[in-house]
């Protein structure tokens, strides 16, 4: 960071907080992807087993 009179210069990866990587959007899409799966299995095998 780079200090002026009256105002403070970042650079990119101060600015953004050092996080360039896509492995956080992996992670999400997947912890997405095994919850509906996980929320389907739960509501289609009690609906297959009831009666009527």
């Known amino acids: 960071m780079?200090?002026?009179?009256?105002?403070?210069e970042l650079t990119e990866t101060e600015a953004s907080g050092g996080v360039k990587?896509?492995?956080v959007?992996?992670?999400l899409g997947?912890?997405?992807f095994l919850?509906?799966?996980l929320l389907?299995?739960?509501w289609i095998?009690?609906?297959?087993?009831?009666s009527g």
């Open 35 to 37: 919850a509906i799966v």
């Open 40 to 42: 389907s299995i739960m």
């Open 30 to 32: 997947i912890s997405l």
């Open 25 to 27: 959007r992996y992670v």
């Open 2 to 8: 780079q200090r002026f009179e009256d105002h403070d």
């Open 45 to 50: 095998i009690p609906a297959a087993n009831s």
């Open 21 to 23: 990587e896509h492995g």
